[in-house]
């Protein structure tokens, strides 16, 4: 066979892929999913295809926007765990109100 051409992609080379959180089924996530590669599904995408992560037994990392990806993605590729980035206490609220 041939070489492959100069800048070709393989799967191998692949650190990470961004798709919408509802279209997981295709044949390459399903074989990235089988891979090294980190899967990023981003919720605020919706597709008709209608297929998430979970029932196929993805292990992705969800977010909510393509923001919030690429931010993981700057997170990663710095070495900084993105765990690290997001509290995980509660909001604060009011327990009470005073008046004078």
């Keep these: ?4 051409p100069p800048g ?3 799967a191998q080379d692949v ?3 961004i798709i919408p ?3 997981c089924g295709g044949s390459a996530i399903l074989s990235f999913s089988q891979s090294q590669t ?6 605020e995408n919706q597709t008709s295809m209608q297929v998430p992560p979970e ?3 993805i292990k992705a990392i969800r977010v909510h926007s393509y ?4 931010g993981w ?3 990663h590729r710095a070495g900084i765990s993105a765990d690290s980035l997001s509290s995980s206490l509660s909001s604060i609220r009011c327990l009470s109100i005073f008046s004078d």
């Design 67 to 70: 923001l919030e990806a690429l």
């Design 8 to 10: 070709s992609i393989w």
């Design 21 to 23: 959180a509802t279209a």
């Design 55 to 57: 029932p196929l037994g």
């Design 38 to 43: 980190q899967i990023i599904a981003v919720e």
């Design 15 to 17: 650190d990470a892929v």
């Design 1 to 4: 066979p041939s070489p492959p």
């Design 73 to 75: 993605l700057v997170a």
